[in-house]
């Protein structure tokens, strides 16, 4: 993965922006923050394998939410 110059928001995060996250490609790394700490949270860190495998279980429904907001 090649470099981003800025942190991407989500696109689901709605024109407030309030609660989703945000990412941005360093460094041969895929970095992800909360954007409720107004980019002063932690930055959680992962290989291009690891980000291609988290979204490939997103596409699958792995983290599908049932009617109480819980994993289903």
């Known amino acids: ?40 949270g932690p930055v959680r860190r992962y290989t291009p394998d690891q980000w291609r495998a988290f979204v490939a279980d997103v596409r699958n429904g792995q983290f599908n939410l049932d009617e109480r907001g819980r994993l289903s």
């Open 1 to 40: 993965m090649e470099d981003i110059d800025r942190w991407r928001t989500s696109s689901y995060s709605g024109n407030g922006g309030g609660n989703c996250v945000e990412v941005v490609s360093r460094g041969g790394m895929i970095l992800v923050r909360d954007t409720r700490q107004n980019g002063h």
